[in-house]
């Protein structure tokens, strides 16, 4: 059975399309089966690996109009891609009941086939984000090193305190991680501590370094790992999934 898992910050830009795409190859390079959700309708994370949205989306599937239909990305991994139609989806789900669910109702048939099913959320907490936190068991909030970035956290554990008691009582936070980290920077490294305060065993000690080839990938559709196997990127994520896999 799966062990579904949502990549989560209402910010921009703070790295989650780049940590589950590069976080969910490493698993998959470990041997780990993982399934793959774009939930964010500028599907960052179809562009990132290559993978083209016209068919077999997660909108179509959201709708009822398709089943899910997974396509393959390589050995073991395997992503639902996101479709720009999905901004529609808030308002055409307006009076449907349960509507907050029909991601968890869509997975359920499809659990037993991985270990690991993950989901890219957009920058915002609406109707989608809460399909989101109804389905996973746990979520990774990924951020940046600045104390603006860590005071949106607040209003994100609200959210996600209310999901729990009302929707999902099995939500847990799986882990927060800080990304485009320099240990040079005296901010980056206070931030680091203050998280460290805040969030105890829950922050991750794997960090993200800021690394070019991480930025690069995406436009040319293939992963850190094939496109530079030897950078700081593809080595920091291959470190995180080792420290996550020794927590599970
Ligand atoms: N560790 C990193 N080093 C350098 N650039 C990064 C790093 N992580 C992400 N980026 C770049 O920052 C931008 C935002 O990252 P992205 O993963 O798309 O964030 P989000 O999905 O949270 O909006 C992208 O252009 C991405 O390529
Ligand atoms: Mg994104």
Do not use: W
């Amino acid at each position: 059975m799966a062990k579904i898992i949502s990549m989560i910050n209402q910010k921009g830009g703070v790295g989650k399309t780049t940590s589950i795409c590069s976080f969910s190859v490493a698993l998959s390079l470990k041997g780990k089966s993982v399934l793959l959700v774009d939930l964010d309708p500028q599907a960052n994370l179809s562009q990132s690996l290559g993978i083209d949205g016209s068919e077999n989306n997660i909108y179509l599937a959201l709708k009822g109009a398709s089943e899910i239909s997974p396509i393959k990305v390589i050995n073991n991994l395997y992503i639902v891609p996101s479709s720009m139609d999905l901004n529609a989806l808030e308002h055409e789900m307006n009076n449907e009941p349960g509507r907050e669910f029909l991601l968890k109702e869509l997975l359920e048939p499809v659990k037993d086939q991985y270990d690991f099913i993950l989901i890219d959320c957009s920058p915002s907490i609406g109707l989608i984000a809460l399909n989101a936190l109804s389905a996973c068991d746990t979520f990774i909030i990924p951020v940046l090193p600045h104390h603006l970035s860590i005071q949106g956290l607040s209003g994100l554990a609200d959210v996600a305190k209310k999901i729990k008691s009302r929707i999902n009582p099995k939500l847990k936070l799986e882990g927060v991680l800080i990304t485009q980290f320099s240990h040079r920077k005296v901010l980056h490294r206070d931030v680091q501590i203050a998280l460290k305060n805040h969030f105890k065993g829950r922050l991750y000690d794997s960090t993200i370094r800021e690394n070019i080839s991480l930025a690069e990938a995406p436009s040319t559709g293939m992963d850190i790992f094939r496109y530079a196997p030897n950078s700081n990127g593809a080595e920091d994520y291959l470190k995180l999934c080792e420290e996550f896999l020794s927590k599970q």
